[in-house]
Structure formats: structure tokens, C-alpha cells
């Protein structure tokens, strides 16, 4: 089986290595990451560069495909980036066809979301409607064969929920237990329902911020 | 502030990247990811390739340092990788010297560890006291200005506490928001006090088989 984690300049690291980290410790798959070009490839720090091997072209048949978000994201769908074009295309032939956070709004440009429950990061449900997708707040929404997470980490549940599904229970189990993946974050503030009204504000008006920049930029 | 992020070949990807996307959303700091050469830089997987711009000379006095983990720890601490003696001298200066995973191991080799309680992946327990620390099953074990983490996933967990006491409560809350992490495996098998015995059994079998094969190379 080979997995293919499509990237883009300003994709979130998490939101792709979270499920990385799970996947790559499947026994016996291939996972591939993949840009519209080889060479460096950095997150949306900028902090972050990766050394690309793998074009979209070369890895046109992937069984299960992973994008991960990012605010590039909507100008990305708009500008109808590279990878829009090969996830429609990929999409025909995959067994799973996923994303994590705003890699919704791809999936969305792509025309995979359509009719469809899904979800993304809390921050862009309206955006992911507008692609005939039905927002929800599950962390990890599956449609056949489409799954999508919500925000961020969010992605280690979808690959970990994944894994159980295709490769059986114990096989996720035993990940979980290789990455002690056993959570304890100081507050439970990782929702728009459990956060506080003043901190969901904040972040929201940060988000807001950031954006803009990218949309102007 | 200056949080230094010290990598080399074969770190786990995870360990490194948790950390990293909850400490780069904090407001005014600096994050670096550093090695012992500028250039490429590869994961234990051989999948995920960095290019690093910044040598641990370049980065010798960092506020707070981060130490991902990875089998090859064992190897790096036995034969003094440049890592030890970078985490050995700058530890002299840092508010705080924080370590993931087996990144505890290299800690332990600079010298940091004697004395003090500590955590680390669950299946290098044994490894850990060898370096003069009390091996504990906290997820986050806090003395002093030295931190520790459990296994891989357990760095976001370290980095949220970490932003908690030095930016406060809200800034913490708020980066878990904006990260979405309101975790939801599908199991409760990320530890070995919650994980099916067999599971723990297998787990236990496939590290010591990656870590003799490390050992060996």
C-alpha cells in the first residue's frame, strides 16, 4: 500500500507529520511525500525546510492520500494550485482519500467534499461549506472513503482511528503505544466549546490576522 | 527568547515537530532547529529530509533547549556525539534544558540528569538510570529548569506546560485552541499501565529489535 503526503510551501508541519509519524510505523507500507516540485519545501514558519523527493506526477496513484492544511490553503483552492489538480485526479483511484485541518478546503477545490459531512480546522467551517460540504464539529469525520479531521494535531486521531480501520485494532494499539500517545495537556481548552469565551476571541482575532497576511500576500 | 531545537541524523519526527508547533505560535520568540552541520538531515524513517541552516556553534547560548529522542540516542551518547558536548556547555546558560523521548539519554550523557527525576520513552527506562536519574512514569517530569517528556507524542504535552509557566495560562490555552488539541484515539493504549498486555509484549519485541539493529549499524 503506498500513502502519499502531498505538500505545498506554508502546509503546518504537524497537521503532516502527526500522521506520519503513525503511518510510517505500519508494517509493510510505503509512504511517499510529494510536491508539485522536488527540493526544499518550507512550512508556514518558514523555520521548517524539507528536502522534497517526489513529485505529484510521480506519485499519481497513491491507495491513500493525506493533505495536510495550512492558511495557504484558501488561496491555494482559489489560484487552483498543482495539488488541487492531483488530488481530483489521485482521487479516482485511491482506497482513502484524506486531509487534516484546512486541507479540507483542498479536497473541497478538488470537488471530493461535495455532498459530504467533513470537517477542518474550527476556524474555516464556513469556507469549507462553500464547497458543498457540510461542516461538522467531529474530530474525525468518515464518508466512504473520505476522512477528515479536524485542526492540527487532530491528525494523529485520524491516522491512529485509520490504521484500526484497515489494519486492524491491535496494530493501532501497538502505534499508540510506540508513540506513547497517552494525552495530558495542561487545560482542556482544545475546542471552541471548551475553551474560554475570551481565549476562543483571541484566537480567533489572531487567526483572523494571519489570514489576511497570507491572502494579501 | 531563544528556544534551540538540537537535531541529528535519525531523530524521530514527531518528538521534534510537537514541540515545535506549540513553542513557534508563542508571541516574540525565536526558534531555531539546529544539528551539528548545516545541510541535509534525515529521520530515523530515511523518509523525512531537513535542510538545516544552523550548526549547534552558531546556536551555543539558547534560553531554552530541546533534545527530540530516537533509537540512535543509545549509539550518540555511547560514542559522544557533538550533541552531548553542545547540551553539556550550553546547559551551563539556559533557563531551561528540555529533552523527549529518548532525547533524555543524551541529557543524561551531558550530565544534566544526575540526581534528578526524569522521564522518557517507557522502554528506555533502564538506559535512563545508567545516567544517575530516578526513572518516573509522569508524562512531564519537572525539576528545576530540567524537563522531561515520555515518549514521542508527550513533547506537546512538555511544550504546553513549558508555555503555561513561563507565558501563562492564556497563552497556553490559546496555543492549544489554535493547534485544535482535544485529542481522541480511538483506544487507551498509549501507555503500558493502560495497554492490552499482548500489545505490550509486541511493542516491547519490535523496540528492541529497531534498537539492536541500530546498535548494530
Known sequence: MQIAIGLYPGFTALDAIGPYQVL???PGVEVVLCAAETGRLSDDNGLLHLDIEHTFAEVDRP??????GGFITRK???????????IASAHEHTTYTT??????????????LDGLEATTHWFA?????????TPTERRVVQQGKVWTAAGVSAGIDLALTLVAEVWGPEVSQAIQL????DPQPPYDSGAPSKADPAILELVRAISAEKEAAVRAG
Do not use: F, H, M, N
Open 178 to 181: 510506540g508513540i506513547e500517545y
Open 99 to 112: 486531509s487534516v485541518c484546512t486541507g479540507a478546503l483542498l479536497l473541497g477545490a478538488a470537488g471530493v
Open 63 to 68: 491507495d491513500l492520500l493525506l493533505v495536510p
Open 24 to 26: 510510517t510505523q505500519v
Open 76 to 86: 491555494l483552492a482559489r489560484d487552483r494550485d498543482p495539488i488541487v489538480g492531483w
Open 125 to 133: 467551517y464556513d469556507e469549507l461549506a462553500t464547497y458543498g460540504a
